[in-house]
């Protein structure tokens, strides 16, 4: 089997696990017997283009004529089963969906945030949970409160993009979404049951559990207000300095400052600054006996927590997005008992309360974390999964094709 793997990955200035993610999935499938035909763009490369290519890029996301012209070489030279895409934006543009389809190549794509609907692709503006444009034929809010990097003029093309690519959006063969409400979120625009699949990412086993079982609490993530590190230390701060342990905070972002202020004033915060994620994240993670995942917006799929999961450390995260799948304390799908961490309202009293309890009570859960992650997140579980779900697109696409000859 053939599969083409198309993304765009995001620019080192801006660390995403989702490259991560889709690098180690084309590895197994490789190892698999697949073979992996590569479309990819790097953000990075934005800065070396020409002066005439540079031109054109606020259109890319509507329309990139070197990508479709790439991709219909591609198709045409290894005739390819199916076109896995990730990430379109901004150098690959969803209009390779409609390439795909016009050379009767079927199209999966992992869904990794909102951004069929939200320019942000967060679902979350100026502090708060945001759902001003969904529903909307033409979301102007995100013009209006220049959603898409801040700027305006950006966001009228990402608007513009999303009205023109909702009917490419709802050609898509399969969708994979990595949690529930993800695939909940597919169904607000028109995509039906048949079209998604809910299968979550893995990452690669980092080996057995140690004898270790680690000391105080990890936060790795971007120092943004989503993703919650301002709710951590409100509710870090209502303890007093060594009552709950030690906090490490790692990551960049524009709550840096808080970050510095609070560790410096602090005996028990440790500022680590932005780490290395395949390198040291790892033993970060080890090293801690809880990871706290405190995000206040509906977070597709924290790598973080598989990662955690797979070291043998539970976590503590909040009601929202996609951790009470993660942790299996979503009771309609396959809850997990015991289950490997908590989950609380995103609400600093309730974080502080938890953090207390977790202190206590993370070292027994070490099992359950590692098995959680072996029976759900390994990537001989979910590898598998993949293989059969191209195979059956690819199978599908083939009798639709020989129905219409007929």
Known sequence: MKVVIAHNLYSSAQPSGENEIVEAESRQLAAAGITVLPLLRRSDDIAALPAARKALL?????????AQRELTALIRRERPDVLHLHNPYPLLSPWVVRTAHRHGVPVVQTVHNYRHVCAAATYFRDGHPCHDCLGRRFPTPAIRHSCYRGSTAQSVVMATTLAVHRPTWRSVDRYVALA?????????????????????????DPGPLDDSTGDGFLFFGRLTPEKGVDLLLDAWQRHADGDAGTLRIAGDGPLRG???????ARADVEYLGLVDHTEVVPGLIRAASVVVVPSTYADALPTVILEALASGRPVLGTDVGGTPYLLGLDPAHQ????????????????????LAMARLRAAPLRPAARHRYQTAFAPDVLLRRLIDLYEEVAAD???????DVR
């Open 58 to 66: 606020p259109f890319s996301p509507i329309y990139n004529a070197g």
């Open 258 to 264: 808080r970050v510095e202020a609070v560790a410096a």
């Open 397 to 403: 696409t083939a009798t639709a094709t020989n129905q």
């Open 180 to 204: 529930p409400h993800l695939a909940d979120h597919l169904k607000t625009f028109g995509i039906t049951d048949e079209q998604i699949t809910v299968k979550p990412n893995g990452i690669p």
């Open 335 to 354: 809850p997990a008992d015991p289950a490997p961490g908590w989950v609380v309202e995103p609400e600093p009293a309730a974080l502080a309360e938890a």
